[in-house]
């Protein structure tokens, strides 16, 4: 009988061990976003759907979810640079790096990504200039009007501004009728140089188009959607856009799924361990 009881407790131990290692296994406690993934559709389809383009998830990715870091999911230090030969002489440097740290920062509040500006004799992730016509990347601009800006995918990062452009960091003071806001065009490129593509919710900084004397900053939902299937969502971050109305379509947009190991856990398994010596 105690040869029996022995046999019991040493297996109810090996259980309880099994299960406290499960609980706190690197999968379980990753930080994955729960989204949904739609792919593009046609305007028919589009325009048949609600009006509301919170219920359009319409972000697009490059080839292989490409991503700066280990991998999706996982968080990352992307590094940027701005290169001082291929500045604009009516916008400070100072006013440049302003824009740009706004810019970044609207992707950092909903991803576990860290920007860090550095000079640019370092080698960085992103580099950032301004350049005209045929600049030797294969994409020529066209001057005034048409395309602002291009950036390449994650692994690359050239982001390239159209210096022919009439660039301004602040609408209000700058009286041109062809002023673009450079923190707008900012927003869209970074997020290419982070692994997003054009989307075609209008509402979303991913959208392609950006107009003159128009501010678009905020991320809308398509945009979180694209960049946290990439990289996942801040642990226990709330969503910085909470919108009742389109709760039931996205059910759990913004959740993350981890599991937390506290000491109170620790505590019981220590407890039921003894009892079973």
């Known amino acids: ?26 999968s379980s406690c990753r930080n994955i976003a729960d989204v949904t993934r739609r792919t593009p559709q046609s305007s028919s389809q ?21 991503t700066w870091g280990d991998g999706p999911h996982l968080a990352a230090t992307v590094t940027y640079s701005f290169l001082s030969a291929y500045m604009i002489d009516y916008l400070s440097l100072d006013d440049i790096r302003a824009a740009f740290g706004s810019a970044f920062s609207q992707w950092a509040d909903v991803t576990p990504l860290n920007f ?7 080698k960085t992730d992103i580099t950032i200039g301004f350049f005209v016509g045929d600049h030797g990347d294969g994409y020529l ?9 291009h950036a390449e995918p994650p ?29 707008s065009a900012a927003v869209h490129l970074i997020g290419h140089t982070l692994g997003l593509r054009d989307s075609t919710v209008i509402e979303a900084v991913m959208h392609p188009n950006l107009t003159a ?34 709760s039931t379509s996205l059910s759990g947009f913004m959740e993350t799924r981890r599991r937390r190991f506290g000491w109170n856990t620790l505590l019981t398994f220590v407890l039921v361990s003894l009892s079973l010596l």
């Open 213 to 246: 004397r128009t501010r678009k900053v905020e991320l809308a939902y398509d945009d979180i959607a694209g960049i946290q299937a990439l990289y996942g969502a801040i642990p226990n971050t709330p969503n910085r856009h909470p919108d009742p109305s389109s």
């Open 1 to 26: 009988m105690s040869t029996f009881f022995s046999y019991y407790k040493n297996y109810t131990y090996l259980l309880f061990l099994f299960l406290f290692l499960l609980h706190c296994t690197p």
């Open 141 to 149: 601009f066209d001057g005034p009007g048409g395309e602002v800006g």
């Open 46 to 66: 589009q325009n048949s759907q609600n009006n509301n383009s919170h219920e359009r998830i319409l972000y697009d990715t490059y080839p292989n979810m490409q």
């Open 155 to 183: 692994r690359d990062g050239r982001l390239h501004l159209d210096g022919d452009e009439r660039w301004t960091v602040n609408l209000a003071v700058d009286p041109s009728e062809m002023a673009y806001d450079l923190e």
């Open 116 to 122: 860090m500006e550095l000079p640019e004799v370092w």
